[in-house]
């Protein structure tokens, strides 16, 4: 069992070099980070943006068709959370959000040297199955 979960790696930056990530992604202070993304054809995307994304498609497509609006959209507007979510960034894996284990393996693998140093304060890897992944407040589910 578990073969059919899929997996994601996310970090978090240090908070100077999360707005050079989300601003300037190949700026050179990024290099060891962004030479192991190449390596594993991943790129990467603050989850700040990700949720403001989400937010803004569903209030451009009607809010109805998107479960988790309100509690996105509560989210992003929490000031400590957004403050979290900015220097939290989410991998993506040939564009995809979650990929096989033995791609999640590989790629925190790489980046594990860097983590506790400058670039990277902290890695986590995440899988796909609904019993070890939080759900929502009940007040934001429908």
Same mark, same amino acid.
């Given at each position: @069992?578990?073969? /059919?979960?899929?997996?994601?790696? %996310?970090?978090?930056?240090?908070?100077?070099?999360?707005?050079?990530?989300?601003?300037? =992604?190949?700026?050179?202070?990024?290099? *060891? +980070?962004?030479? &192991?993304?190449? #390596?594993?054809?991943?790129? @990467?995307?603050?989850?700040f943006?990700?949720?403001?994304?989400?937010?803004?498609?569903?209030?451009?497509n009607?809010?109805?068709?998107? =479960?988790?609006?309100?509690?996105? #959209?509560?989210?992003? /507007?929490?000031?400590?959370? #957004?403050?979290?979510?900015? !220097?939290?960034?989410?991998?993506?894996? !040939?564009?995809?959000?979650?990929?096989?284990?033995? &791609?999640?393996?590989?790629? /925190?693998?790489? +980046?594990? =040297?860097?983590?506790?140093?400058? +670039?990277?304060?902290? @890695?986590? #890897?995440?899988?796909?199955? *609904?019993?070890?992944?939080?759900? *929502? *407040?009940? %007040?934001?589910?429908?």
């Amino acid at each position: @069992m578990g073969d /059919e979960w899929k997996y994601q790696v %996310r970090i978090d930056l240090d908070d100077a070099l999360a707005e050079v990530a989300r601003c300037d =992604p190949d700026n050179t202070a990024l290099r *060891p +980070l962004s030479d &192991i993304l190449a #390596k594993h054809d991943a790129t @990467m995307r603050s989850q700040f943006d990700a949720f403001a994304g989400y937010v803004a498609e569903a209030e451009r497509n009607g809010k109805e068709n998107y =479960p988790l609006y309100e509690w996105t #959209k509560a989210t992003i /507007e929490n000031p400590s959370k #957004k403050a979290k979510y900015l !220097k939290s960034f989410t991998l993506y894996v !040939k564009g995809d959000e979650v990929y096989p284990q033995e &791609i999640a393996n590989a790629l /925190e693998a790489d +980046l594990r =040297p860097l983590v506790g140093g400058e +670039l990277i304060r902290r @890695m986590s #890897k995440y899988d796909t199955n *609904p019993a070890n992944n939080p759900q *929502p *407040p009940a %007040r934001y589910r429908r």
